[in-house]
């Protein structure tokens, strides 16, 4: 289908998949200020529950975040984009409908990015699923940084327990990493009680919260 990621999700991402696209970002710099660092993100919303109950527990850790916000959530709760921004979290474009890039034709996928663009003049862009063409990745890259991810928590497989998607981000969270959350109501029963354990082993183990640094101004 020429995309970049299989159907089957993986939850930590292959080196040789980074080296085929090592154009996309899949981590960001292992030390800063002398300290290691994390990149926490999170797709899917702006909810008006949920995505505040995260900023509440990143809150209570000193700890910062990207926000994959989709349009149409944007457009329901703008209101939820307002306090990400007041409270210091980075937004990044999830497209306007969550379309999967697979399946989109290129000027439909092109469209929905910049629909959701023009709500968020976001720095960075996730595509939803993972899945986004070459073509798709060719006419974006010059007009946004396209992020993707080093580790996948897998919250929203309701397959998985809470307590299976901890033991998996801890056992592959490394310096540099950049972590994948969803704050919507299908992953909240497990991304809620992994987040608030996850972010406390985070701080044990020496790590900092940071946003992504802009690759393109």
């Keep these: 289908m020429g995309g970049y990621l299989c159907k089957v999700y ?5 080196s040789i998949l980074k080296a085929l696209a ?5 981590s960001g710099p292992a030390v800063v200020n002398g300290k290691a660092a994390v990149y926490l993100t999170f797709d899917d919303g702006p909810h008006p529950e949920i995505t505040v109950e995260v900023m509440r527990l990143l809150g209570e850790y000193g700890a910062k975040g990207v926000f994959f916000c989709v349009g149409e959530n944007v457009q329901r709760h703008p209101e939820v984009v307002i306090q990400l921004r007041d409270e210091g979290h980075g937004i990044g474009n999830h497209t306007q409908r969550h379309e999967s890039g697979w399946d989109a034709s290129q000027f439909s996928y092109l469209k929905s ?3 959701c663009q023009a709500l968020l003049d976001a720095p960075w862009f996730r595509p939803p699923y993972g899945r986004i063409t070459k073509g798709q990745v060719e006419a974006l890259r010059a007009h946004t940084e396209i992020v993707m991810w ?3 928590s897998a919250d929203f497989d309701e397959r998985n ?3 299976s998607c901890l033991e998996h981000l801890m056992l592959n969270t490394r310096p540099g990493a950049i972590v994948v959350f969803h704050d919507s109501e299908k992953a909240a029963p497990r991304m809620l009680p992994v987040l608030e354990t996850y972010l406390r082993w985070l701080n044990e183990e020496g790590y900092e919260c940071r946003i992504l640094p802009r690759q393109l101004s």
């Design 22 to 26: 090592s154009h996309l970002t899949w």
């Design 10 to 14: 993986m939850r930590q991402t292959p």
């Design 161 to 163: 327990s809470p307590e």
């Design 113 to 115: 990015y910049a629909q």
């Design 150 to 152: 080093d580790v996948l």
